[in-house]
T-cell receptor, first 118, second 112 residues
Framework: GAVVSQHPSRVICKSGTSVKIECRSL??????MFWYRQFPKQSLMLMAT?????????EQGVEKDKFLINHASLTLSTLTVTSAHPEDSSFYIC??????????????FGPGTRLTVT | LAKTTQPISMDSYEGQEVNITCSHN???????ITWYQQFPSQGPRFIIQ???TKVTNEVASLFIPADRKSSTLSLPRVSLSDTAVYYC?????????????FGAGTRLFVKA
């Protein structure tokens, strides 16, 4: 199946700094990518939908100025956590949609990025 | 988006067949049903997807009754490595506008 990568796999940063997480679709083009956040023992929470060449659509309650999303190409979306605080520590997961020729949709998930803010 | 309801957790033993049922009473005509598996500190992994009746692949089967208001993921002869969280999702795949919203999932614990 298709592969989605994330970089870095884990990052530790100091409070007040910004962190960028990359999400790449390695063998397909993804017009749509999604960003999720997952706290321990909880389900994935959708943060935003990233469409190539246009502004991201954020879910209710997610601060767009704090979580900057850029989807400049069909294979790369980035999430920048600005002015990170300890409560932003979480597991961030991206996914990319591969709209197959048959019309059905398959969504592939990255391995996740563990962010720890100290 | 159709809401889904699954058991919070299930226990099983190695070698048994496990069936996890998901309720989606307000599923729409164009909605597909997709199941994902997630291990700790990893991204979800696609297991199987279906629209109606039965779908089978190398790892699981998906049973969908005629009214499509529920679905059952069947894992044959589970092993310890099948211990994970399983998510059932419902959405309209064909338009490409499907937002994947995860429910609470089912924590499956396989014992020796």
């Amino acid at each position: 199946g298709a592969v989605v990568s994330q970089h870095p796999s884990r990052v530790i940063c100091k409070s007040g700094t910004s962190v960028k997480i990359e999400c790449r679709s390695l063998d397909f083009q993804a017009t749509t990518m999604f960003w999720y956040r997952q706290f321990p023992k909880q389900s994935l929470m959708l943060m935003a939908t990233s469409n190539e060449g246009s502004k991201a659509t954020y879910e209710q309650g997610v601060e767009k100025d704090k979580f900057l999303i850029n989807h400049a190409s069909l294979t790369l979306s980035t999430l920048t956590v600005t002015s990170a605080h300890p409560e932003d520590s979480s597991f961030y997961i991206c996914s990319a949609r591969d709209l197959g020729a048959g019309g059905t949709d398959e969504q592939y998930f990255g391995p996740g990025t563990r962010l720890t803010v100290t | 988006l159709a809401k889904t309801t699954q058991p919070i957790s299930m226990d099983s033993y190695e070698g048994q067949e496990v069936n996890i049922t998901c309720s989606h009473n307000n599923i729409a005509t164009n909605d597909y049903i997709t199941w994902y598996q997630q291990f700790p500190s990893q991204g979800p992994r696609f297991i199987i997807q279906g629209y109606k009746t039965k779908v089978t692949n190398e790892v699981a089967s998906l049973f969908i009754p005629a009214d499509r208001k529920s679905s059952t993921l069947s894992l044959p002869r589970v092993s310890l490595s099948d211990t994970a969280v399983y998510y059932c999702l419902v959405g309209d795949m064909k338009t490409g506008g499907f937002k994947t919203i995860f429910g609470a999932g089912t924590r499956l614990f396989v014992k020796a």
